[in-house]
């Protein structure tokens, strides 16, 4: 049965830093924040630990800001290229921390809390990992990606749809260790929800932002 060993909330303030190599979108600080406060957390080997990162729209910032700039005829900024895939941050993560296990991403119309404890039960079965960071991130967006949003959930557009706020929410889990992991209930909700992962994050252990 896998184990929560830490868990960390992390949306925007004026104390998230920003990151060597990306600008503009606060997607990648998200996530490298709430990795971080997991990972502070625990005395984490990076070579026995695989992360797993899930989001359905990816960073939505960098692709408006990259878009608006082709049709606007201004000069195309490399760094957004870079940063338009959604595991780039990851790289810079597992520099910090020293990771050298496996690193996914992740999009699903489904639950991402059950597609993710679904991932890191299969990583947990390697003998040569004890823990998977596992980390979920949305940002609210324009109307483009409400339209989008939408689409994917079969319906007309909607701003009570699965993002309130950009956020992003990691849990860090093991074999052994903490509180079990709960069986994840079937949440009905509009697809890309982190409902569920912040549920798992602030009852669990009392996630921290």
Do not use: K, W
Not at 49 to 60: I, Y
Not at 108 to 129: F, G, I, R, S
């Amino acid at each position: 049965m896998m184990r929560l060993l830490a868990a960390a909330v992390a949306e925007p303030s004026a104390r998230l830093a920003p990151l060597p190599g990306f600008v503009e979108s606060p997607f990648s600080p998200l996530v490298f924040e709430a990795c971080r406060r997991c990972l502070d957390a625990q005395l984490v080997d990076g070579a026995r630990t695989a992360v797993v990162l899930c989001s359905l729209m990816g960073d939505t910032a960098t692709a408006d800001l990259a878009s608006r700039r082709l049709v606007g005829g201004r000069v195309h900024n490399p760094l957004l290229f870079m940063q338009a895939t959604a595991n780039s941050v990851l790289g810079y993560l597992s520099r910090e921390f020293g990771i050298t296990g496996q690193q996914l991403s992740l999009s699903t119309l489904d639950d991402p809390l059950a597609e993710t404890l679904a991932m890191a039960d299969v990583l947990l079965d390697e003998p040569d990992l004890d823990r998977v960071l596992v980390v979920g991130v949305e940002l609210a967006g324009g109307a483009r990606v409400e339209a989008v949003r939408g689409e994917l959930a079969g319906g007309a557009p909607s701003r009570s749809g699965a993002v309130q706020g950009d956020l992003a929410v990691a849990v860090l889990l093991g074999r052994d260790g903490g509180p079990a992991v709960p069986v994840p209930q079937a949440r009905p909700g509009p697809p890309g929800s982190l409902r569920g992962l912040l549920d798992l994050a602030r009852t669990t252990v009392g996630g921290t932002r």
